[in-house]
């Protein structure tokens, strides 16, 4: 069984950056698939990145101002966030899917998340 929690949101100025932790219950991160998603008020929930095999894909986005790894024991995976726009703003959520080895931007092929994270942009 899988336990995801995310942690690190609050608030910022435009510009400004926020690091977001994600932990998981019962071990490492080996062997699974990992997401990043976000959602705003009123918004469907959005592709944020990915990381499996110890490599990030990012949404359009965020691509060049986001950065996806890991620590070293493997048993936190970040979120690092610069260059914030108000648009930025939502609920951040890690997600994961065990035995799978690719990644994905699909909402549906992870069955595991965690409680969300809120983060807030000020303009």
């Known amino acids: 069984q899988v336990q995801l929690v995310e942690s690190g949101g609050g608030l910022v100025q435009t510009g400004g950056s926020l690091r977001l932790s994600c932990t998981a219950s019962g071990g490492t991160f080996n062997n699974i698939a990992m997401g990043w998603f976000r959602q705003a008020p009123g918004k469907e929930r959005e592709f944020v990145g990915s990381w499996s095999r110890s490599r990030p894909v990012y949404g359009g986005s965020v691509k060049g101002r986001f950065t996806i790894y890991e620590d070293d024991s493997k048993t936190t995976l970040y979120l690092q966030m610069n260059s914030l726009k108000p648009e930025d703003t939502g609920v951040y959520y890690c997600?994961?899917?065990?035995?799978?080895?690719?990644?994905?931007?699909?909402?549906?092929?992870?069955?595991?998340w965690g409680q969300g994270t809120q983060v807030t942009v000020s303009s």
């Open positions: 997600a994961g899917q065990p035995g799978r080895l690719y990644y994905s931007d699909l909402v549906r092929e992870y069955d595991y």
